[in-house]
DNA sequence: TTGTCATGTAGGAAAAATCCTACATATAGT
DNA sequence: ACTATATGTAGGATTTTTCCTACATGACAA
């Protein structure tokens, strides 16, 4: 729920790899998505924990299997905390573009 | 500039505070910052080190101080990683409207 | 029931992050 | 030149993360 353990989670490429593949290609069960790693599944297994906990993803027990799913709710969390930036950043382009208005308007072509 | 720079930088607390008080009042001198957390300076001066290097700070010397400034580029990229990831969740969102607009159909008065 | 498959967990080694104090550097003021 | 101020960097202790192999669990299949 916290925002810290959801930075936290997307802080590791290997967990932002299984997002995407969760997110590209649907839910899938643990082993296959392990498959797709250069690292032991164990070692997948603990990344998937920790986006467990951050409420990234969720799984759904099929028999044996584990099917592993994206839970997109936290990453709104982090939109929600980029927004004040992203004005930030767009009073910053607004400026610039203004600078270069008035510097088209000076050019006068004289050199 | 890479991506993972600026996920790993934001993973931390510390350093998301750092931005913050940049973001609400401003580009300050290091040792200002600094007064603000309950750690040594030195410390925070490797937090700023970290976000220089992701490119989400930058500083000017003025004198003997060192204004720090938000740059907030960066985290534009994240934005945009988050993408595809907002369209999940509204695609998500439109189904459950959806699903609840069939239910209020069916919903008769009956029982 | 016995064996097999999918998965999680324990325990530990190695690497990385975090935080400290001491020190180095560079600028400003006297 | 000397001192004070603002800041970064070195070196090291401690904690956390990451990754491994070995083992535990729980469901299916013969």
Known sequence: MSADHVFAALASPARRELLRLLLEEGGQPAGRLAERFD???PSVS????VLRDAGLVAETRKGRERLYRLEPAPLMEIRDWLGPYERFWREKLAALSTLLDEMEDDDDGSR
């Open 39 to 41: 690292m032991s599944r």
């Open 46 to 49: 603990e990344h998937l924990k």
